[in-house]
């Protein structure tokens, strides 16, 4: 659940059904986010758009777990089926290093806790991932 709000801004309940790549049951998937939110790792806000549906939002411990869900991820796609979340994506995002993973942290700060923008547009995911992108394109061009 964690990499999907992280990586993908999957933060709705029903996002998270329907796009799961482990295909999860409603049930078990409703239990996670209860754990993560019971942990701490989670907060809660109504959703704006209708009342009745929650908006799931990291905190700042979760958003700490960045370079290790990066780390995570890069050891994943080494050694197991890549994600189609993830696949080749991690191990570049690793390659970016510990200032991109903190301006990246600084996105998730701004986007789940309201906090300041980061001072670079690079340093978001969603620029990061158009920037892995370009690389991947350049790279099968060759």
């Known amino acids: 659940m964690l990499r999907d709000i ?3 801004d999957r933060r709705r309940f029903r996002v998270l059904l329907q796009n799961s790549e482990e295909k999860i049951a409603s049930n078990t998937l409703a239990a996670r986010l209860r754990n993560l939110v019971e942990g701490g790792l989670l907060s809660t806000t ?3 758009t ?3 549906k929650i908006v799931y939002s ?3 411990p979760a958003i700490e ?3 290790t869900m990066i780390s995570i ?3 994943g796609n080494k050694h197991l089926p890549a994600s189609s979340i993830t696949g080749p994506f991690f191990p570049f995002l690793r390659d970016q290093g510990p200032k ?3 301006e990246l942290a600084d996105d998730l700060r701004h986007r789940h806790l309201g906090g300041p923008a980061p001072k670079s547009s690079a340093a978001t995911m969603k620029s990061m991932v158009a920037s892995y992108s370009r690389t991947l394109k350049a790279a099968t061009e060759r």
């Open 50 to 52: 209708h009342k009745q």
């Open 46 to 48: 109504e959703d704006a």
């Open 100 to 102: 991109v993973w903190q």
């Open 58 to 60: 990291l905190t700042e």
């Open 73 to 75: 991820g890069s050891w």
């Open 65 to 67: 777990l960045l370079p």
């Open 6 to 8: 992280m990586f993908a």
